[in-house]
């Protein structure tokens, strides 16, 4: 029940003191200060924005936390690829990349991924340096496009198809 | 598939400041680079001339390889065990040897599993540091420490004669 401010600031209940407390008159000692801001109860004329557009804002954590994870995968994956790949660059044997910690915290990173993003990520990277991204690419997808027989570039090959068949990365000119 | 894009992208060739960092002995003059980088193939497929694999025990597909009767362990003894298979015996001598084919086999000093090969031709030494480049380098010693990338220690040393072509 909202309450109608009066000059002093009192409150008036609209029912009769004698009323409620059995023909007792009952007086306040001290009359009640109670401040209301009325913008509150005042419904805003202006449209809902549109949908999407509350993103803009910037302000609200649960419009653009998808957003804001994205940019967080992006930037934990090319860390942990770059640690990857410098620690690793002159080692004799793949099993041990493999077990790199930043190898299995990228393969872990299909937990935040959204929409093929960690495979695209993984397919950009395997198209502009290629290295031995095959098994974190097979542990994320569960699947395997290469042939037994195919060799290292018969596989980055098979992988890149892969992801332009599934619309995840682009199809180049060549 | 359609046909094989070949050709891919290099791995991209760190610089002789970033290799430094990695193998501080590698200064101007101990080392030439000999190639780009590349993930095709390893230190064991360079030393068995063959540039288009990665020699690995217990690898399956087409784009590893280890001779099936060599044991898939990846230890110094099934190193061992494959060079002397090509026809390689032990040595002493660490120096390049005219006439002959040479690998050295170095060694983590911590658990002593292989790390690398290098290979001579009789007249240099020569190495394919990991996905890294080839290279040329004047002696095993430039590898060899504990510090970057360093390989450890030159644990066998095995030649061959080199053959005629």
């Known amino acids: ?174 | 598939m359609g046909q094989t894009e070949r050709d891919h992208r290099p791995l991209r060739t760190i610089d002789p400041d970033e290799l430094r960092a990695c193998f501080p002995k590698l200064v101007s003059g101990t080392y030439k680079p000999a190639s780009k980088a590349t993930a095709r193939y390893n230190c064991m497929g360079f030393a068995n001339d063959d540039e288009r694999h990665w020699w690995e025990p217990g690898l399956y597909g087409g784009r590893y390889h280890w001779p099936p009767t060599i044991r898939q362990q990846d230890t110094l003894e099934s190193w061992v065990e494959l060079f002397t298979s090509q026809g390689y015996t032990q040595v002493e001598g660490r120096d390049i040897e005219p006439g002959f084919e040479k690998i050295a086999i170095f060694v983590n000093l911590t658990d002593m599993s292989p790390t690398h090969v290098a290979k001579s031709d009789g007249n240099i030494w020569k190495s394919k540091l990991g996905k890294g480049q080839d290279i040329e380098h004047i002696s095993l010693e430039v590898l060899e420490g504990d510090q970057g990338d360093e390989y450890g220690v030159v644990e066998r040393v095995m030649r061959r004669p080199l053959k005629r072509t």
């Open chain 1, 1 to 174: 029940m909202l309450h109608r401010p009066i000059k002093s600031g009192r409150v008036r209940t609209g029912r009769r003191p004698s009323k409620i407390h059995g023909g007792q008159p009952v007086r306040h000692t001290k009359p009640m200060d109670i401040s209301v801001n009325f913008r509150l109860f005042i419904a805003s004329l202006e449209p809902l924005p549109e949908f999407g557009a509350v993103a803009a804002i910037g302000e609200f954590s649960f419009a653009d936390s998808k957003n804001e994870q994205r940019k967080k995968l992006v930037r934990i994956f090319y860390e942990q690829a770059a640690c990857w790949k410098a620690e690793t660059q002159h080692w004799s044997s793949v099993s041990k990349m493999l077990a790199h910690p930043s190898y299995l915290r990228i393969v872990g990173l299909a937990r935040l991924s959204a929409g093929n993003e960690i495979e695209r990520l993984l397919l950009q990277e395997l198209e502009a340096e290629p290295d031995y991204w095959f098994d974190a690419l097979i542990a994320i997808t569960g699947e395997n496009p290469v042939q037994p027989e195919d060799d290292f570039d018969q596989s980055v090959d098979a992988w890149l198809e892969w992801g332009r068949q599934k619309g995840i990365i682009a199809h180049c000119e060549r």
